[in-house]
């Protein structure tokens, strides 16, 4: 069964660095496509970027390159989505999902992270 | 404002038959790329609702539909219930934004 299992809720201040983290299990992890997509309270799905675990190519929306990071480790089947500096407009709930084969639809999700930044 | 463009609301009485259009441009839609729909029931992930236009996952019932025509697409509820009430995105790929997905705004179904 193709699970993705996210990191937990965090709640951090402003000015702080977070690391989130999705594992993914039941398929073979290096061989898809890995999104996330954030939400914020109230509002729509927006496409943050995407990474390919065998090589770690990744690509940024416009919206969010330079303002987020990233990552895999593929010796644990996990991708990371990273901040450096929090802001208060990072408040969101967090997605990552498995990109299918063709397409480019989204045909597994996470559970969600819930990521409140708050002084 | 996103790339794709939904109705931020539609409704209708259980039984009904509803429909949420999407409307892209040439670069997405237009361009062939397939559009797909996800269901985001309240206080959950969204879920693979239709893909490539009008393919169902597995388990989701025939009473949701998908179709395209060119910059546009659309999903169909037949047989309205009340646990369709929940929030539907599409969603696709634009050849113009450097390798970007992108989602509509989403449309909210109330189901009277």
């Known amino acids: 069964e193709v699970q993705l299992v996210q990191s937990g809720a965090e709640v951090k201040k402003p000015g702080e660095s977070l690391k989130i983290s999705c594992k993914g299990s039941?398929?073979?992890?290096?061989?898809?496509?890995i999104a996330w997509v954030r939400q914020i309270p109230g509002k729509g799905l927006e496409w943050m970027g995407i990474?390919?675990?065998?090589?770690?190519?990744?690509r940024y929306s416009p919206s969010f390159q330079g303002q987020v990071s990233i990552s895999v480790d593929t010796s644990i089947d996990t991708a990371y989505l990273q901040w450096s500096s929090l802001k208060a407009s990072d408040t969101a709930m967090y997605y990552c999902?498995?990109?299918?084969?063709?397409?480019?639809?989204?045909?597994?999700w996470g559970q969600g992270t819930l990521v409140t930044v708050s002084s | 404002q996103s790339v794709l463009t939904q109705p931020p609301s539609v409704s209708g009485a259980p039984g009904q038959t509803v429909t949420i259009s999407c409307t892209g441009s040439?670069?997405?839609?237009?361009?062939?790329?397939?559009v797909h729909w996800y269901q985001q029931l309240p206080g959950t992930a969204p879920k693979l609702l239709i893909f490539?236009?009008?393919s169902r996952p597995s388990g989701v019932p025939d009473r949701f539909s998908g179709s395209k025509s060119g910059t546009s697409a659309s999903l169909a509820i037949t047989g309205l219930q009340a646990e369709d009430e929940a929030d539907y995105y599409c969603?696709?790929?634009?050849?113009?934004?450097?390798?970007?997905?992108?989602f509509g705004g989403g449309t909210k179904l109330t189901v009277l």
């Open positions: 040439s670069s997405n839609i237009g361009a062939g790329f397939g």
């Open positions: 969603q696709s790929y634009d050849s113009s934004l450097s390798g970007s997905r992108v």
């Open positions: 990474i390919y675990p065998d090589d770690s190519d990744a």
């Open positions: 490539s236009n009008n």
């Open positions: 999902a498995r990109e299918g084969v063709d397409a480019y639809k989204f045909d597994y």
């Open positions: 039941g398929y073979r992890f290096t061989t898809y496509w």
